[in-house]
């Protein structure tokens, strides 16, 4: 709390719409304690390229909510389609080989089986 996360996201955003001419539109998942904050600082832009569906980027906050690759969350979240995905999380992850690799597929969902296979012989 209190690390900037959401400025800085907005300012990637506006870093690739600027820059690289992405101008998303760009999907940001946040626990509903945070949404207040997220709405009024994107609301400072325009918020019509976050209303589509083709989403470039996925921009997780809270991202400690998704280290178990078996959670409704986990599954919901994954079956977006986005070119991209950023994790976020201020809370230190106390880091078992499963909770990586559910981090680590989930941002590289097209990772292949084996070399799951591979990490699961440290799991």
Known sequence: ????????SISVMA???????????????APASTLHNWQQ???RFDTQYFQRM??????????QAIKSST???????????CRNRLLLTGTPIQN?????WAL??????????SMKRNFAAYI
């Open 54 to 63: 083709r989403w470039q980027y996925m921009i997780l906050d809270e991202a």
């Open 71 to 81: 959670s409704s969350r986990w599954k919901a979240l994954l079956g977006f389609h």
């Open 104 to 113: 680590l597929h989930f941002i590289m969902p097209t990772t292949p089986s």
């Open 41 to 43: 600082e994107i609301a």
């Open 1 to 8: 709390m209190g690390l900037g996360k959401t400025v800085q």
């Open 15 to 29: 870093y690739l719409a600027e820059t690289h001419n992405i101008w998303g539109p760009f999907l940001v998942i």
């Open 96 to 100: 078992s080989m499963q909770e990586l």
